[in-house]
């Protein structure tokens, strides 16, 4: 669409999680780091947790990426499933050959062989769920005794799980405070500030191809930072459409305006209000009309 307009190779907005495009900004940083020293120091349940748009499933395709032997990883990306059927999951991961039909302790018992041979074998299992605030209570507890498989010295199955802030209010409960108490690493994702959303942004076009001057101005940036609040899938789609509007118009230069449309295109987001307050206050004292004194 707009991608020759501007000099690019791809679009560099999409909303697909492509670790070609992933930033290596201080929250996503942190995680990753504390994800592969737990893992190299086989630390049981290891918990990421994020609100939505985040880059949860970005990060864990990092982490699936950077994982080579004597790992062996085993993905589950969305877990809504009943017990048996986490089993099943895991067994076609780990390449287990089931007979149909079989309940969970078959299953169970199964995985157990699997887990001990890979263990003969100097694997490292990780299993890693996305979106796990999606699992349900008894699938929860299944989990949990498939942790249990152990050697008098290890651990045959380590578990990340990746999800919304609804895994904490879930794993808060009395009835899950067994697997709470084996999380032994967590780290909490955070949104990105005002000079990380430039960052992103610039990362971005470079990876999609762009070597011309700032594309987006600062005041651009700026808006798409309150608009944001920093939520790297928002600041996509704003960034994409902010691109169309400029492109429309023949511009080559990404300006507040084309942010501030792209804002009223998105019901995701608002547009943030301006408060005169601050700046009616400031002037005043600077006028010397309102003593500082008398301000406080």
Known sequence: MYESFFGLKEQPFSLTPNTHFYLNSQTHHQALELLLVALKNREGFIKIVGEVGTGKTLLCRMLLNSLQKPFYTAYIPNPGLSPDDLYLAVCEELEVEVEP?????????????????????????????????????????????????????????????????????????????????????????????????????????????????????????????????????????????????AYGQGNRVIKRSHVKKAIEDTQSVTMPRFSWLPVIVVGLLVAGIVPLGGWW
């Open 101 to 245: 039909g079989k309940g969970g302790h078959h299953l169970l018992k199964r995985l157990s062989h699997r887990l001990i041979e890979l263990a003969l074998e100097g694997r490292q299992v990780v299993l890693i769920i996305d979106e796990a605030q999606a699992m349900s209570e008894p699938t929860i507890e299944a989990l949990r005794l498939l942790t249990n498989l152990e050697t008098e010295s290890a651990k045959l199955l380590q578990v990340v799980l990746f999800g919304q802030p609804e895994l904490d209010d879930m794993l808060s409960k009395a009835s899950l405070r067994q697997l709470l108490q084996r999380i032994t690493f967590q780290q909490n994702l955070s949104p990105l500030d005002r000079n990380a959303v430039g960052q992103y942004v610039y990362h971005r076009l470079a990876q999609a191809g762009y070597n011309g001057p700032s594309l987006f101005d600062r005041r651009a940036i700026a808006l798409l930072h309150r608009a944001t609040g920093g939520v790297p899938r928002l600041v996509n789609i704003l960034s994409h459409k902010a691109l169309m509007s």
